[in-house]
């Protein structure tokens, strides 16, 4: 899920703090949030043992997504504090309660879909990412930031051979986003795709359209966000600091799909001019503001315009197969599990190249 950055400023946020007066290693150690804009502490916690169709997971990766700043922040409802955050979660299964299958030792992901209820009506339809009780890791139970974490077994996503935890961690929000938009979108060979923003989302958005065969075309702000689109493959940039998006697009062609990942609502609503007829808008980002629309020009011109979530655990388990077959990565940087206030401060400056990612 990506979303609009905190409105205050980094330095506002003083993050993490750290509880003293322990020499040894505790059994576990988590980072929490003690309440609405306190500073993270990490500190020992109880080695929970998982119950009856949950596992225990050793994190070996947590990807830090603009969402758990917000969680943090007290932005988003329903955040009891204190609590862990973190929705994007590799390692592997170290307990598994009565009534599972997973076993010790097996390499799982978690993303933003925690677990189900599997009783509502979209659950009833399959359509288990729109669940009306859905649970997400760091909001509906304690998340990633932490050497363990307990979860649905449902949640998991099997980790293939040949990606690290370190990459697979970003694929359970970040990567499954970017993946299902585009295999939602409907785009076909001969059309123009468009991704709006290069960051967490977005970068991954890009290298999916290009290893798709898709003739693609990234829309960013600034020579160095122009730069790394390129070299992530990018068939044609468009600056829009330096150049009318609209008319680049349209001297394209126009684009039949726009993968929208930028968290801003303005920056959406500036290349809708850009898009060919009977396009399809895939919203991926979210803003606070709302997002304005020509009617005419979306009657006139037969768009769509589609607010897409993440995905199921079966989504990112595609999106990882797919990655290993093509080669695409997330940009990741590691830091470590204590240094969670730096990567907050990074991500939060947008300096993050392009996913930051804890480790334990």
Request: proline residues 8%; charged residues 15%; neutral net charge.
């Amino acid at each position: 899920m990506s979303v609009i950055p905190l409105p205050a400023a980094p330095a506002e946020l003083p993050f993490l703090g750290r509880v003293s007066g322990r020499a040894a290693a505790p059994p576990r150690r988590v980072v929490r949030a003690p309440r609405q804009g306190a500073r993270l502490e990490i500190c020992p916690a109880e080695l929970v043992e998982p119950g009856r169709g949950q596992v225990r997971i050793a994190v070996e990766a947590a990807g830090i997504c603009n969402t758990d700043a917000m969680f943090a922040a007290g932005l988003i409802p329903g955040v009891a504090f204190p609590f862990v955050p973190g929705h994007e979660i590799a390692g592997r299964v170290d307990a598994a309660g009565e009534g599972t299958t997973a076993g010790v030792g097996d390499r799982v992901a978690v993303g933003w879909f925690g677990g189900s209820c599997g009783v509502c009506l979209p659950c009833r339809r399959g359509d288990l990412i729109t669940c009306r009780a859905l649970k997400v890791p760091g909001w509906s139970y304690p998340g990633g930031y932490a050497s363990h974490v307990v979860v649905p077994q449902e949640a998991l996503a099997a980790i293939p051979d040949g990606m690290s935890a370190e990459h697979a961690a970003p694929m359970g929000c970040a990567g499954v986003t970017a993946f299902n938009a585009l295999r939602r979108s409907g785009a076909r060979p001969g059309e123009l795709v468009a991704v709006l923003g290069l960051g967490g989302v977005g970068h991954l958005a890009l290298q999916f359209a290009v290893h798709s065969g898709l003739d693609t075309v990234a829309v960013v702000r600034g020579s160095q966000k122009a730069r790394l689109a390129k070299d992530l493959g990018a068939h044609h940039v468009v600056d829009a600091s330096a150049a009318d998006p609209v008319q680049a697009l349209q001297a394209l062609g126009g684009a039949d799909v726009v993968l929208a990942t930028a968290a801003s609502a303005p920056a959406m609503s500036a290349v809708l001019g850009g898009l060919a007829p009977r396009a399809r808008f895939m919203v991926v980002g979210v803003d606070s503001e709302p997002l304005a629309i020509d009617t005419m020009l979306l009657v006139a011109e037969g768009h769509t315009v589609i607010g897409h979530p993440a995905g199921t655990a079966a989504d990112t388990e595609a999106a990882m197969e797919f990655c290993v077959r093509t080669g695409v990565r997330p940009w990741v940087e590691p830091v470590p599990l204590d240094r969670a206030a730096d990567a907050f401060t990074k991500m939060l400056a947008g300096a993050a190249r392009f996913r930051m990612v804890l480790i334990p």
